[in-house]
């Protein structure tokens, strides 16, 4: 929810992600939201429910703070995974660097073997820059999804989100 979300990208972003959990996700899949940018901000607590996503997605709007995704992961817990699943699977999309966590690589590694979580991350990385807009560490990103058995997917647009979330969606139906 960082500033650089701004416009269309936070509207391609939620369409996204509704499509991901509305049509790719297994419908014995449970799943739960988090918002993050300077903080990470729980949207719902572990549910089945597909319309629970588009209507806690709505109202997020864009916030002039910097970015923290590594935040919200140093900070799984041994009992992070939903109660009915043995395993759980986290999904970032991100448009841009982490450029204000205080967490570490180290930390979140620590915290997602404690969690037995597994990560996976969709880099937008437009082509077209603007001053609110970041370059994506895919490198950085990857030392976190490959360690924890999940992958990086670099796009350029938050449309081309969509194919990378079904992607995702497959393999994770596929696997648990």
Not at 108 to 131: E, M
């Amino acid at each position: 929810m960082s500033d650089s979300m701004f416009g269309n990208r936070i509207l391609e972003a939620r369409e996204a992600v509704d499509e991901f959990v509305t049509d790719q996700l297994d419908p014995e899949d449970e799943f739960a939201l988090l918002a993050f940018n300077h903080e990470p901000r729980p949207l719902t607590s572990w549910t089945s429910d597909r319309a629970t996503a588009a209507r806690v997605m709505q109202p997020l709007k864009p916030l002039r703070r910097d970015a923290r995704f590594t935040m919200p992961l140093s900070r799984l817990s041994p009992s992070w995974p939903c109660a009915n699943r043995q395993r759980a699977a986290l999904l970032v999309i991100s448009d841009g660097a982490d450029t204000a966590s205080d967490a570490t690589i180290r930390d979140v590694h620590s915290a997602l073997l404690r969690s037995d979580a597994c990560v996976y991350a969709v880099a937008i990385d437009a082509p077209a820059r603007q001053p609110i807009n970041r370059e994506v560490n895919p490198s950085a990103l990857r030392e976190i999804t490959d360690q924890s058995g999940g992958r990086t997917i670099v796009v350029q647009s938050t449309s081309d989100a969509v194919t990378a979330l079904m992607q995702i969606a497959e393999e994770l139906n596929s696997q648990y």
